[in-house]
C-alpha cells in the first residue's frame, strides 16, 4: 500500500503565509513528479504546482510569484510554501504523486486526502 498524507493546511487571514507537508510511505521504488492540486466550493479541481524528481517546477498562472513547490527525495515529502494568500485560494488543496512501487511496475497516480485552506478575515 502507498499513502500519501498531507498535513499544515488551516484558516489564515488574507497576505497571510501556510505551508502544506505531504508525506508518502509504503511500498515505493521511485516517486516520479509529485503535486499540489486544489478544488474550491463548486469548481473542478485544479493544477497549484508541480516538481519533478530532478527538481523542474510548474506553476498555475494564478500562483506563480506567490507559492514554491519543494521537495526532500530522502523523505519522499513534497511542500508547498504559500505566501501573500487571498480569499480565492480557499479550497481544499490535495497531494499528488506518480509512484513506481517496484522495479518491474509502472508509475501510478496517488493522492493524498485533501487539507482545507481557508483564507478569510
Known amino acids: 500500500q502507498v499513502q500519501l498524507v498531507e498535513s499544515g493546511g488551516g484558516l489564515v487571514q488574507p497576505g497571510g503565509s501556510l505551508t502544506l507537508s505531504c508525506a508518502a510511505s509504503?511500498?515505493?521504488?521511485?516517486?516520479?513528479?509529485m503535486g499540489w492540486y486544489r478544488q474550491a466550493p463548486g469548481k473542478q479541481r485544479e493544477l497549484v504546482a508541480t516538481?519533478?524528481?530532478?527538481?523542474?517546477?510548474n506553476y498555475a498562472a494564478s500562483v506563480k510569484g506567490r507559492f514554491t513547490i519543494s521537495r526532500d527525495n530522502a523523505k519522499n515529502t513534497v511542500y508547498l510554501q504559500m505566501n501573500s494568500l487571498k480569499p480565492e485560494d480557499t479550497a481544499v488543496y490535495y497531494c499528488?504523486?506518480?509512484?513506481?512501487?517496484?522495479?518491474?511496475?509502472?508509475?501510478?497516480?496517488?493522492w493524498g486526502q485533501g487539507t482545507q485552506v481557508t483564507v478569510s478575515s
Open positions: 516538481i519533478t524528481s530532478s527538481g523542474s517546477t
Open positions: 509504503g511500498s515505493i521504488f521511485r516517486i516520479n513528479a
Open positions: 499528488n504523486a506518480l509512484i513506481r512501487r517496484y522495479s518491474w511496475s509502472i508509475s501510478q497516480d496517488y
